[in-house]
């Protein structure tokens, strides 16, 4: 069976890498801290598969984590190497291939789709192929790997240090900011072992009247957009606001369409991620690799949307899902 660890390790070898380019790359005063970054971060995505089969100690692991946000504060990472194409090289090259210069990135998509809707149903022996759970994660790394390699062959590029260096530079423009949706996911967790959707139940419920259908909706869609901007991810938002208004409000007292309800819910979740830095992935992280001159541009050009979009999913949830 094809686990998705191997993913992971993959991941950990492209970090080690960019580790290997920071430390050796002299032009750059604080190459130390940027390699000790990602060289730790690589350690921890390769130690995490022993902490989740028991055999290594989650202490151990949560000492890596600790050092690479104590290193993300003073600064690290920093920039990746300059050593790239330049303009007018690029202009040659995106007039001699036009439209073939999409087809590393749209692989990626594909490849994916077919080992999570085809793949995951192949059982040689009676045992899955892929690890059930993870299809789409396993055929993500493979994609990515197709994807390297037809790039190299269309491009006619023989050197396998140039992926390497390009992914050191944009990593380097991205950031502490890579890591984030892996802090975000970890931060949805806690907030739900820790009850927080179920004491944030408990004061809607003494604060909210009861009946007032309207109000429960709003409240439960300003939630999730509030709780999206906070965590940065609709997905980590949902579990709280759904056991503090959604299913017990909604739902139970009531009786709304459970599809429609928590889809649009999502929705209204998304209008969150719009608007706060915290969804690095979608905000910071553009801006940067366009070297954008104001950090927050993609949110301000993005808010006259999210507020309009959010008024829209509270009147189509009090509307078509009750």
């Known amino acids: 069976m094809i686990t998705a660890e191997f ?59 600790l050092a690479v946000a104590v290193l993300a504060g003073f600064g690290f990472p920093g920039r990746g190497t300059a050593l790239t194409t330049d303009e007018p090289t690029r202009e040659r090259l995106a007039q001699r291939y036009v439209n073939w210069l999409f087809l590393p990135a749209l692989l990626i998509p594909l490849v994916a789709v077919v080992f999570g809707s085809v793949l995951k149903n192949v059982k040689p022996g009676g045992t899955p192929l892929l690890e059930v759970g993870s299809e789409t994660v396993i055929g993500l790394g493979v994609a990515a790997v197709v994807a390297l390699v037809v790039g ?62 309207l109000l429960a909706v709003v409240v439960y869609c300003l939630g999730m957009a509030l709780f999206t901007i906070i965590m940065g991810n609709a997905f980590a938002a949902f579990p709280v606001m759904t056991a503090a208004v959604g299913w017990p409000l909604l739902i139970e007292q009531f009786h709304g369409n459970p599809p429609a309800v928590f889809a649009i819910g999502m929705l209204a979740g998304f209008c969150g991620t719009l608007v706060t830095p915290m969804a690095a992935n979608f905000n910071l992280v553009p801006a940067a690799l366009l070297e954008l001159t104001d950090t927050y541009g993609p949110i301000k050009a993005q808010l006259p949307t999210a507020v309009p979009l959010l008024a829209c999913n509270i009147v189509l949830m009090y509307v078509l899902a009750f």
């Open 7 to 65: 993913v992971y390790w993959l991941v950990a070898a492209l970090f080690v890498a960019v580790a290997v380019i920071r430390a050796v790359d002299r032009t750059d005063t604080r190459r130390f801290g940027s390699a000790a970054f990602w060289a730790l971060l690589a350690f921890c995505f390769v130690y995490g598969t022993y902490v989740v089969d028991k055999s290594g100690s989650a202490f151990v692991e949560g000492l890596a984590v």
């Open 152 to 213: 190299m062959a269309l491009f006619r590029e023989p050197n396998p240090m140039v992926p390497l260096r390009e992914g050191d530079r944009l990593l380097g423009h991205i950031g502490w900011a890579a890591i984030l949706p892996q802090f975000l996911a970890t931060l949805g967790l806690l907030f739900t072992a820790a009850g927080v959707g179920t004491a944030v139940g408990k004061i809607t419920d003494s604060v909210l009247p009861h009946g007032l259908l």
